[in-house]
């Protein structure tokens, strides 16, 4: 972890932000962060790694839950573009998942961005995409491509929810950004019943 992640981010100014109503300032640390760690390689932990993934999960995590905090439209796209992102640095952490404050998500009101941002194959839940179409399919789409992220911690629990996923193309699916090439590779590997029909369905989303 770059040593100068320290000098920008703090749980103690996260909170003061939180609770002085300063969500797009509250947003900006946070997302600045995920820019910035979003090319780690998880597989090289250090003692200073794993202490920073503890303090920025827990501190991520604490803000998500707090229903006044609602990240405006483009933060909301931009912190569900890092779902890979946040999935991965959970894994360094000793949370290891975002299930907690997913758990916590599930029962509140206006929580779908913090939903999509937090959900991905490392979940141990199993929520159905469809709703997430029904509330907005234009962020359902950018976590729908999010969600599979190649650089997962690969097990057969995960790749079964990544052939879920596969297997759940909401007719409503558009393409997001330029990360449907991630999917488009990850099916040969994860779904091969699947791998003509996905990729096909890619090809004309990105013709479209």
Same mark, same amino acid.
Request: a negative charge; hydrophobic letters at 45%; one cysteine or more.
């Given at each position: 972890?770059?040593?100068?992640?320290?000098? /920008?981010?703090?749980?103690?100014?996260?909170?003061?932000?939180?609770?002085?109503?300063?969500?797009?300032? $509250?947003?900006?640390?946070? #997302?600045?962060?995920?820019?910035?760690? =979003?090319?780690?390689?998880?597989?090289?932990?250090?003692?200073?790694?794993?202490?920073?993934?503890?303090?920025?999960?827990?501190?991520?995590?604490?803000?998500?839950?707090?229903?006044?905090?609602?990240?405006?439209?483009?933060?909301?796209?931009?912190?569900?573009?890092?779902? =890979?992102?946040?999935?991965?640095?959970?894994?360094?952490?000793?949370? =290891?998942?975002?299930?907690?404050?997913?758990?916590?998500?599930?029962?509140?009101?206006?929580?779908?961005?913090?939903?999509?941002? #937090?959900?991905?194959? $490392?979940?141990?839940?199993?929520?159905?995409?469809? /709703?997430?179409?029904?509330?907005?399919?234009? #962020?359902?789409?950018?976590?729908?491509?999010?969600?599979?992220?190649?650089?997962?911690?690969?097990?057969?629990?995960?790749? =079964?929810?990544?052939?879920?996923?596969?297997?759940?193309?909401?007719?409503?699916? /558009?393409?997001?950004? /330029?990360?449907?090439?991630?999917?488009?590779?990850?099916?040969?590997?994860?779904? #091969?019943?699947?791998?003509?029909?996905?990729?096909?369905?890619?090809?004309?989303?990105?013709?479209?």
């Amino acid at each position: 972890m770059p040593a100068d992640n320290n000098a /920008t981010f703090s749980l103690s100014t996260c909170v003061q932000l939180l609770a002085q109503n300063r969500g797009d300032d $509250l947003s900006t640390i946070l #997302l600045e962060v995920l820019d910035r760690v =979003g090319d780690m390689n998880i597989y090289e932990r250090s003692a200073d790694t794993s202490y920073f993934a503890d303090v920025f999960i827990q501190t991520l995590t604490f803000c998500f839950c707090q229903p006044s905090f609602q990240p405006g439209p483009q933060a909301a796209a931009r912190f569900v573009n890092h779902n =890979g992102t946040i999935a991965n640095f959970a894994v360094v952490s000793r949370f =290891g998942t975002t299930d907690i404050a997913l758990g916590i998500l599930l029962k509140q009101q206006n929580a779908l961005a913090k939903i999509l941002t #937090l959900y991905s194959p $490392l979940s141990s839940f199993k929520l159905d995409s469809k /709703t997430f179409f029904d509330a907005d399919p234009v #962020l359902a789409s950018r976590w729908w491509f999010a969600y599979l992220d190649a650089r997962w911690i690969v097990s057969a629990e995960v790749l =079964g929810r990544i052939r879920d996923h596969f297997a759940h193309m909401d007719e409503r699916l /558009t393409v997001m950004g /330029t990360n449907y090439n991630s999917p488009y590779f990850l099916v040969t590997y994860a779904d #091969l019943e699947r791998e003509a029909a996905v990729k096909e369905r890619i090809n004309q989303l990105v013709r479209k």
